[in-house]
């Protein structure tokens, strides 16, 4: 992903007001970012736990989101969870739910999509083995690297595609 900054974040968001785009807080060391090795930027809000924020390269430009974890989910401590975008398996909270208003019409009527994502949104660097899971060492994947890669964006699209879509995933 190549660098972006503060004012190419806050237009990427699709499913938030712009006055919400605009008070969101960017994630710490935005500079320092390993941007070589990132497929999308993820970060939860340091002063909103249950917040999220996702922002993609997509073929018409930079796509962003709004997460929240919601209410009443149940995390288990002691079971493996796997990601759905890069699928790495983590133990315990490692994965979280994550839920996405819809864009447009759809979102503002409620609607909202769901997937399970690592719980620190680093999903492109578990892909490249730059951030090891807790279970890394038991379950490696033979796929190479360019194919996971691949694989995760894919994921990804899906799922932003479904944030875009006007119908119920």
């Not at 002691?78 to 975008?85: D, E, H, N």
């Not at 133990?91 to 208003?101: C, E, K, N, Q, T």
Request: proline residues 5%; aromatic residues 6%.
């Amino acid at each position: 992903m190549d660098p972006v900054g503060e004012k190419q974040i806050r237009a990427s968001f699709v499913n938030c007001s712009k006055g919400e785009a605009s008070r969101l807080n960017l994630p710490v060391g935005l500079a320092e970012l390993p941007w070589a090795d990132l497929d999308f930027l993820g970060w939860r809000d340091r002063g909103a736990p249950d917040r999220s924020y996702l922002v993609a390269p997509r073929a018409d430009g930079l796509m962003g989101v709004t997460l929240r974890v919601p209410q009443g989910v149940r995390r288990s401590f002691t079971k493996t969870t796997v990601c759905s975008i890069c699928l790495t398996g983590h133990p315990g909270s490692g994965v979280s739910l994550l839920a996405a208003r819809r864009a447009g019409v759809a979102g503002r009527q409620g609607n909202t999509v769901g997937t399970y994502l690592c719980a620190d949104l680093a999903c492109s660097l578990y892909v490249r083995g730059r951030k090891k899971s807790q279970l890394a060492g038991r379950h490696e994947e033979t796929l190479p690297l360019a194919d996971r890669i691949a694989r995760t964006v894919g994921n990804l699209d899906a799922f932003l595609d479904k944030v875009l879509a006007g119908e119920p995933a």
